[in-house]
C-alpha cells in the first residue's frame, strides 16, 4: 500500500512538476563590431591622439602623418594657379591703349635710327671711295644698318601683335593650365586630407598604450594596421550548441551567463542568432536536472556537430572584454521532469530505431 503510494506520488511529481530545460556551456566572448584603423597613405606617423581605452567616434581622429611634403607642393601650386589666372585676365582684357602707343612710338625712333643709320652707310660708302676713311670704319656703318633694320622689324612685329589682340588658342590654352593646376591641387588636398588617419567606427581603443607610444616616427605603408577600435557597449558571445537540442533554442530566450573574472556577478542577454550550418566543436550533454552542458575540453563526446547561438549582452559599464571565458545559460522554457529524463532516449527511439523499419 505504502508502495502504491510512494509509485503514484513519484508518477504525479514525473507528469505535472515541471522545470526549466537549461543549455549551458562555455562560450567566446567578442565585441560587436572590431573595427582596423590604417591609413590611406603610406608616410611617417607624426602624432598619435588616442590612448588604450578611450573612447572614439566615428571619424575620431586617431593619428597624424607628416605632411609637410604635400604642404610645400600645394603652396607651390596655389602660386602656380595665381600666376596662370593673372596671365589669363591680361590675355582676356588685350592690349592697354598706353601699351599701343609706346609700340608706336617704339616704330617711330627705330626707323629714325634706320633712316640715321643708312645715311651714314652712304655717306662712308663714299669717303671710302675717296680713301677718306678706313675699311674698318665703312664696316662699322655697314653693320648699323643691318642692326638698325632688325630693331624696326622687332618693333613693327611688337606693334602688330598688340593691334591684333590675344588669340583664342592661347586663352583656351592657359583655361587648360589652370584646370590642369586646379586638379593637381584637389588631389594634393585629398593627400593632405588621407594624412588624418581616423576610426571607421565608434567605439573603444583596445590597442594597448605601448603599442600606441611606439607609432610615434614609425614608417608606415598604406593598409598598415595601426589600431583597433571595439564596440564594447554591447558584446557577443558564441556557444556551441549540439544539433541534438538546438531543436530547444529559439530567437529571443533568455540567456545567462558568469564570466571567470566576475564570479560573483551574473549578466543576463537574449538569443540574437542561430546559426543556419551545422559544423564540428563542443557538444552538450543532457542531466537529469534539466540542464543541457557542454564538456569541459578534453573530455569525451558522443557527438561533435554543432550549431553556434549568438547572444548579445549589454555592457555599459564595460565590465565584459573580449576574450573572457565562463560558463553560459540558456533558458529554454519549463518542461516537465518526464520530459526532461527521457528527451535523449525519445530522440534516439523516434530517429535511430525508426531506421531499422
Given at each position: 500500500m505504502i508502495l502504491a503510494l510512494w509509485l503514484g506520488i513519484a508518477l504525479l511529481v514525473l507528469f505535472f512538476v515541471r522545470m526549466e530545460l537549461r543549455i549551458s556551456g562555455p562560450f567566446t566572448l567578442q565585441p560587436i563590431q572590431n573595427a582596423d584603423v590604417r591609413p590611406e597613405v603610406g608616410g611617417t606617423i607624426e602624432e598619435v591622439f588616442v590612448d588604450e581605452g578611450d573612447s572614439v567616434r566615428a571619424g575620431g581622429?586617431?593619428?597624424r602623418l607628416s605632411d609637410r611634403d604635400n604642404r610645400t607642393a600645394l603652396l607651390r601650386t596655389e602660386a602656380d594657379i595665381a600666376q596662370m589666372q593673372a596671365q589669363l585676365?591680361?590675355?582676356?582684357?588685350?592690349?592697354?591703349?598706353?601699351?599701343?602707343?609706346?609700340?608706336?612710338?617704339?616704330?617711330?625712333?627705330?626707323e629714325e635710327r634706320h633712316t640715321f643709320a643708312e645715311k651714314n652707310l652712304e655717306r662712308d660708302t663714299q669717303l671710302l671711295q675717296e680713301?677718306?676713311?678706313?675699311?674698318?670704319?665703312y664696316e662699322t656703318s655697314k653693320q648699323a644698318v643691318v642692326e638698325s633694320e632688325s630693331d624696326l622689324a622687332e618693333a613693327k612685329n611688337?606693334?602688330?601683335v598688340l593691334l591684333a589682340g590675344s588669340r583664342s588658342e592661347e586663352i583656351e590654352a592657359a583655361k587648360a593650365g589652370i584646370a590642369r593646376l586646379e586638379t593637381q591641387r584637389r588631389y594634393i588636398e585629398e593627400q593632405l586630407d588621407h594624412t588624418k588617419v581616423t576610426s571607421p567606427a565608434a567605439g573603444v581603443v583596445v590597442t594597448p598604450s605601448r603599442e600606441l607610444k611606439e607609432l610615434i616616427g614609425k614608417v608606415v605603408k598604406e593598409g598598415d594596421l595601426i589600431a583597433k577600435?571595439?564596440?564594447?557597449?554591447?558584446?557577443?558571445?558564441?556557444t556551441p550548441v549540439s544539433e541534438k537540442d538546438i531543436a530547444d533554442v529559439k530567437l529571443g530566450q533568455k540567456v545567462a551567463l558568469k564570466v571567470r573574472a566576475y564570479p560573483e556577478q551574473t549578466f543576463y542577454g537574449t538569443v540574437t542568432s542561430i546559426g543556419t550550418a551545422v559544423q564540428s566543436g563542443a557538444t552538450t550533454q543532457t542531466t537529469a536536472s534539466g540542464t543541457s552542458t557542454f564538456p569541459a575540453p578534453g573530455a569525451a563526446s558522443t557527438s561533435a556537430r554543432t550549431v553556434l547561438v549568438t547572444t548579445r549582452i549589454a555592457n555599459e559599464n564595460r565590465l565584459l572584454k573580449p576574450g573572457m571565458t565562463g560558463m553560459v545559460k540558456i533558458f529554454c522554457g519549463d518542461r516537465s521532469i518526464l520530459d526532461l529524463v527521457t528527451r535523449r532516449l525519445a530522440r534516439?527511439?523516434?530517429?535511430?530505431f525508426w531506421s531499422w523499419w
Open positions: 581622429l586617431i593619428a585676365s591680361l590675355l582676356q582684357a588685350g592690349p592697354r591703349p598706353e601699351d599701343i602707343e609706346l609700340a608706336r612710338l617704339g616704330v617711330t625712333r627705330a680713301q677718306l676713311i678706313s675699311r674698318k670704319d611688337r606693334l602688330q577600435v571595439h564596440e564594447l557597449k554591447t558584446v557577443e558571445l558564441e534516439t527511439i523516434k530517429v535511430e
